[in-house]
């Protein structure tokens, strides 16, 4: 089974701040991974898809980058809305496995 | 607008069965793998299970693996999941998902499963 490390598990940061996110995985995945938002109450929401494509809707802000087995998410301005969890997941082949989170706080 | 309702959590003894059932409006399940993913009081995201659009390949969780059963119903345009003999662990918020473009793109909100004497 792919195992994602992703790290860091928290972060403080402030309005404004650049935010980067680091998901690893056990072996290469190609660029089967998304990145998901999750505010507390809600469902997750997707961010990007194939580890670089950005969803509709989703502010420009957010990025992705990486293959294989490294993939960073990136908050270039982090806005007040931004503070949320973040998680990756890999759907390269079963079992699909998320990435145990990030909680960005002020 | 798009709508993933799951229904069937509550609280059930260890041991026991529970049959979950997420169904769609506004949205056909024809031709999309579908997925359940669940989460544990706060605690983070696990994939649990997927099925193929034609229920084709099935995938599980290793956790939950030989104790949960995942189908679907096109007819009635339902995704299930069978979950027999619960565990504690298996406590959590039930999420059914709809596999778009690559991974998951439509989420329900949730039902609550609750594995207690």
């Known amino acids: 089974d792919i195992q994602m490390t992703q790290s860091p598990s928290s972060l403080s940061a402030s309005v404004g701040d650049r935010v980067t996110i680091t998901c690893r995985a056990s072996?290469?995945?190609?660029?089967?991974l998304a990145w998901y938002q999750q505010k507390p109450g809600k469902a997750p929401n997707r961010l990007i898809y194939?580890?670089?494509n950005l969803q509709s809707g989703v502010p420009s802000r957010f990025s992705g980058s990486g293959s294989g087995t490294e993939f960073t998410l990136t908050i270039s301005s982090l806005q007040p809305e931004d503070f949320a969890t973040y998680y990756c997941?890999?759907?390269?082949?079963?079992?699909?496995?998320f990435g145990q989170g990030t909680k960005v706080e002020i | 607008e798009v709508q993933l309702v799951e229904s069937g959590g509550g609280l059930v003894p260890p041991g026991r069965s529970l049959r979950l059932s997420c169904a769609g409006s506004?949205?056909?399940?024809?031709?999309?793998?579908m997925h359940w993913v669940r989460q544990a009081p706060g605690k983070g995201l696990e994939w649990v299970s997927g099925?193929?659009?034609?229920?084709?390949?099935?995938g599980y969780a290793d956790s939950v693996k030989g104790r949960f059963t995942i189908s679907r119903d096109s007819a009635k345009n339902s995704l299930y999941l069978q979950m027999d003999n619960l565990r504690a662990e298996d406590t959590a918020l039930y999420y059914c998902?709809?596999?778009?473009?690559?991974?998951?793109?439509?989420w329900g909100q949730g039902t609550l499963v609750t594995v207690s004497s």
């Open positions: 998902a709809k596999r778009g473009d690559t991974s998951l793109t439509n």
């Open positions: 506004g949205i056909t399940f024809d031709g999309y793998a």
């Open positions: 099925i193929s659009w034609n229920s084709d390949s099935i």
């Open positions: 072996q290469g995945i190609r660029s089967d």
């Open positions: 194939a580890a670089s």
């Open positions: 997941l890999h759907h390269y082949n079963y079992p699909w496995t």
